[in-house]
């Protein structure tokens, strides 16, 4: 056992990674959530995002352009969702659990010839003088963009939540949808909008596995992100600093273990396997002791006709 | 009127077409634990099924469920694929193994293959490769290749099958480099490209210069390409996407020859329960190209280890070899049982850390 080989800079920098995937997806979903829709599909719509942002990246030599494309791939599965749920007025579990099945064989249909293919690299930012900072240069300054993107986009959710009207409007229409309606709000229209919001999210925290996390295409890649990016949601109270929180915690928890494991520290391995998801659990347990609920319509059907 | 008469006339020639199918093809079905694109182990089991396509054209028919978790969900597709008529069943992952025995005992007359376990039953065989003596040559090509000498391995689960090729790649790493030190990262998971990278990233930062990874995609093998000057090796299938640098060689899992023997041997109504562990000397086992990046003189004494245990002149555990405790496991020139390989649950000498229980 040695501690000493535990790189703490690279260990902090590297949990960063991790996390944002499944920040961007938790995110996106919250937003869903949040305007009373549960959108279980996210896993479909991530490796949707994942190939997509690989297949266009690679046609164009360009990872910008592959995100982008990520977020419209996401966004465009979504609006099958939004399809079968807002306009087919269908159950949204079983819509979005078709979503994803839907979404794991479309992937694998899309990627047949991305197999083995080298994605153009994004690179990371490195501003002069701050990203040279010792400790606190790795960490903070020499990421990826993206990883900024999801970081500003937490910010950009919480502050429109909190202090917009548009924010006030979707949450309206996630706490009660028969009284926004009546007030004169357009439901079904919030509601698509939000449900294409999270699909773009989940698009990009995909193709951030496929571009820059692992960095290549395999069916299936995304392995089960998308679940846990639900279950983030839930466990942060529909709050997107929370999110974040949870998001580093189970990301952190993740590198950190197989850390530990590398330098043999005498933990048995399936206790440092399953930490993640338990202190990730406990700590969000812990701070949701506030009673903050789920939004009341969470999961309804809406009619106006009702 | 006329469109309605010619989706009938469809339908009854498609029904037919169907009856005839379920008399003379035999129906071979393939539980995968990967999706078929991994790269990896299930793209080399599906190889061997497209082979029994090939061999036997329409007098086969094969059907196969991909990403199946290990557990009773198995059991589901594989009752599913008994009920639709399978004549012969290959279950391709070491979890299957529970499911496959429960499943052949309401199903008596199909035939079940479940690679890498141990449990037979009268209509239950079992087959696998000897990965280890793969495993031999890649711990020989990474001691020499290594120059901070330590050497990542990224295990799947702590099975015999794992812990085999451990060993057998430390006692060759360390025969040729008395200073290599292992770093075991067990993944506990086949597949799962985001975490097997992030293992290879891992060790890649403490040191390793040397990944062996016994997980399914070819994830480890883009992580190192990305840290540049980190060797790695292909596994199940050759992943030569990434040749010649950083992959340097491959182990390659054969299972055609089996497959077509055995889909054979039920058409002929010859089949019958056996026991089948096959390695490099029967062809189950390959060793990929090993490329420009390794030395020549490395390779050459490579593939004189490889040509020696095709010859059975040389068995990877021959003794004297101690186990991780230091109590004596073989004797001077004695070499391994396959009981005890097949069962293996102890490190040799000199490995660090223990295995998870």
């Known amino acids: ?306 | 009127m006329k469109f309605t008469t010619l989706l009938a006339s469809a339908a009854m020639a498609l029904g037919l077409a169907s009856g005839a199918m379920a008399d003379e093809k035999t129906k071979v079905g393939f539980v995968y634990v990967g999706p078929v694109g991994d790269g990896g182990w299930t793209y080399e089991h599906n190889k061997g099924r497209l082979a029994v396509e090939e061999e036997f054209g329409d007098k086969v028919e094969t059907v196969f469920v991909e990403s199946v978790p290990e557990g009773p969900d198995a059991e589901r597709v594989m009752t599913q694929m008994a009920l639709e008529g399978a004549d012969l069943i290959f279950t391709t992952s070491f979890g299957y193994m529970d499911p496959t025995i429960n499943v052949a005992k309401k199903f008596p007359n199909v035939k079940f293959e479940h690679a890498t376990g141990y449990k037979t039953a009268e209509n239950v065989s079992v087959y696998s490769a000897r990965f280890y003596e793969g495993r031999a040559v890649q711990g020989h090509i990474a001691g020499k290749m290594t120059k901070s000498n330590i050497i990542g391995y990224i295990g799947s689960y702590p099975i015999p099958e794992v812990i085999r090729g451990i060993n057998s790649a430390y006692l060759h790493a360390k025969a040729v480099n008395p200073d290599v030190e292992f770093k075991i990262i067990w993944a506990y998971t086949w597949f799962d490209p985001a975490k097997e990278a992030d293992a290879a990233t891992v060790l890649i930062e403490q040191g390793a210069d040397v990944i062996l990874q016994h997980t399914d995609s070819t994830a480890p093998q883009a992580a190192a390409q990305e840290a540049g000057n980190v060797v790695t090796f292909g596994q199940a299938s050759d992943m030569s996407e990434y040749a010649p640098f950083p992959r340097v060689s491959s182990i390659i899992d054969d299972w055609a020859p089996y497959y077509i023997a055995r889909t054979k041997a039920v058409m002929d109504g010859t089949w019958e329960s056996a026991n089948t562990w096959d390695g490099i000397r029967e062809g189950m086992v390959a060793i990929g190209e090993i490329s420009d990046a390794v030395p020549a003189d490395v390779k050459e004494e490579a593939l004189a280890l490889k040509a020696a245990m095709a010859a059975g002149e040389y068995h990877p555990f021959t003794g004297p070899i101690k186990k991780q405790d230091g109590s004596d496991w073989l004797a001077d020139g004695e070499t391994a049982d396959d009981g005890t390989l097949a069962g293996m649950n102890f490190y040799v000498e000199g490995l660090e850390g223990e295995i998870p229980q």
Not at chain 1, 111 to 130: N, R, T
Not at chain 1, 179 to 199: D, E, N, P, S, T
Request: proline share 5%; net charge neutral; hydrophobic share 55%.
């Open chain 1, 1 to 306: 056992m040695d501690l000493g080989e535990i790189n703490p800079v690279l260990l902090v920098a590297s949990l960063m990674v991790a996390a944002t995937p499944l920040l961007l997806a938790a995110i996106g979903e919250l937003v869903v959530e949040k305007a009373g829709v549960l959108n279980l599909g996210v896993e479909g719509m991530m490796i949707v995002g994942a190939i997509s942002g690989f297949a266009i990246s690679v046609e164009t030599g360009s990872p910008w352009l592959g995100f982008i494309a990520a977020a419209i791939g996401g966004a465009v599965l979504s609006l099958l969702f939004v399809v079968l749920t807002q306009v087919a007025l269908a159950n949204q579990v079983a819509s979005g659990l078709a979503l994803t099945l839907f979404g794991l064989g479309f992937s694998a249909l899309m990627g047949q010839s991305y197999v083995g293919v080298k994605p153009p690299s994004m690179g990371d930012i490195h501003i002069p003088v701050i990203s040279d900072i010792p400790v606190i240069g790795p960490i903070l300054f020499q990421h990826d963009p993206i990883l900024y993107v999801g970081i500003a986009l937490t910010a950009a959710v919480w502050a429109t939540l909190k202090y917009t009207r548009v924010g006030l409007i979707l949450r309206a229409v996630g706490e009660n949808h028969d009284a926004a309606h009546a007030l004169g709000y357009k439901v079904i229209k919030i509601r698509v909008m939000a449900i294409l919001f999270g699909g773009a999210c989940a698009g990009l925290g995909g193709a951030y596995i496929s571009l820059i996390r692992v960095p290549q295409w395999t069916e299936g890649m995304t392995a089960g992100v998308g679940w846990i990016a639900l279950a983030l949601v839930v466990f942060a109270s529909w709050k997107p600093w929370r999110a974040l929180l949870g998001a580093y915690l189970f990301g952190g928890i993740t590198v950190l273990q197989l850390n530990l494991q590398a330098a043999g520290v005498a933990i048995p391995v399936e206790y440092l396997a399953m930490s993640p998801y338990i202190i990730t659990i406990l700590v969000l347990v812990i701070l949701s002791a506030d009673k903050s609920s789920a939004p009341a319509s969470l999961g309804r059907t809406f009619h106006a006709s009702h």
